[in-house]
């Protein structure tokens, strides 16, 4: 069973940077496709970004150019990368993994979540 334990994420200002860590215990994540969805109170779960097994990226119109998804196969840890953060960047993050990868926010495993805020 695929265990995704979250890490990073915090508060930081209009504008700064900041990089989630998604840590795949018991089971390597170089065989899941992964993916990064947030959600704020109210609002259905919304897709990120999305990396395939095979290096495939693809992000939610509202991030891209500014923020990356990556993987390091040695740590085994799936990351984001946020950078020029908005206000509506807030919400709550979660990582996900699935094979093949989900539809929508239909995925397998899923991390625990951390909170990101942004502030004026």
């Known amino acids: 069973q695929v265990h995704l334990a979250q890490s990073g994420g915090g508060s930081v200002q209009a504008g700064g940077s900041l990089t989630l860590s998604c840590e795949g215990r018991?089971?390597?994540?170089?065989?899941?496709?992964m993916g990064w969805f947030r959600q704020t109170p109210g609002k259905e779960r919304e897709g990120v970004a999305v990396?395939?097994?095979?290096?495939?990226?693809t992000y939610a119109d509202s991030v891209k150019g500014r923020f990356t998804i990556s993987k390091d196969n040695a740590k085994n840890t799936l990351y984001l990368e946020m950078s020029s953060l908005k206000l509506e960047d807030t919400a709550m993050y979660y990582c996900?993994?699935?094979?093949?990868?989900?539809?929508?926010?239909?995925?397998?495993?899923w991390g625990q979540g951390t909170q990101v805020t942004v502030s004026s």
């Open positions: 018991a089971y390597t994540l170089s065989y899941y496709c």
């Open positions: 996900a993994a699935d094979w093949p990868c989900g539809v929508g926010d239909k995925w397998f495993y």
């Open positions: 990396l395939d097994t095979e290096g495939s990226t």
